[in-house]
């Protein structure tokens, strides 16, 4: 199978989730995932492309999100970038800690983890973090 690559510059907005989320899909399920694993996917990519839209960049519509949707033999590569101050995920508060069971948010980076193969953060050159979910 040969590497294809699918790439994207959005607007901030919700719309721009929507989008993300179900092209990840649709590349996914065309490379033959099925089932529970496209949920997974799909609901990682939500996540992540709602952090990039709504906590990071602030539905700032000057401020883009990065897409890169990659598939090789028996792998599929999600990178989600922002333009935000930077994201260091040992700050997020563990959902599972007592302190957090109730409360109604914070769990996506959590479920990414758990949901898909490998979660990476980066820095961009450009400023902002890349987030790639494989």
Do not use: W
């Not at 792998?75 to 700050?91: H, S, V």
Request: aromatic share 6%; hydrophobic share 40%.
């Amino acid at each position: 199978m040969t590497a294809v690559t699918v790439r994207e510059v959005l607007d901030s907005t919700l719309e721009a989730v929507a989008h993300v989320e179900t092209l990840a899909v649709e590349i996914a399920r065309g490379v033959g995932f099925r089932g529970v694993s496209l949920d997974q996917i799909s609901l990682a990519t939500h996540e992540t492309s709602t952090n990039a839209v709504v906590h990071v960049n602030r539905y700032r519509t000057e401020k883009k999100v990065f897409v890169a949707i990659s598939t090789t033999e028996g792998r599929l590569e999600i990178t989600i970038g922002d333009e935000g101050d930077g994201f260091d995920p040992k700050t997020v508060p563990d959902p599972l800690a007592p302190r957090q069971l109730f409360r109604g948010s914070s769990r996506g980076v959590f479920l990414c983890r758990a949901f898909m193969d490998e979660y990476h953060v980066r820095s961009r050159d450009a400023g902002g973090t890349e987030i790639t979910l494989v």
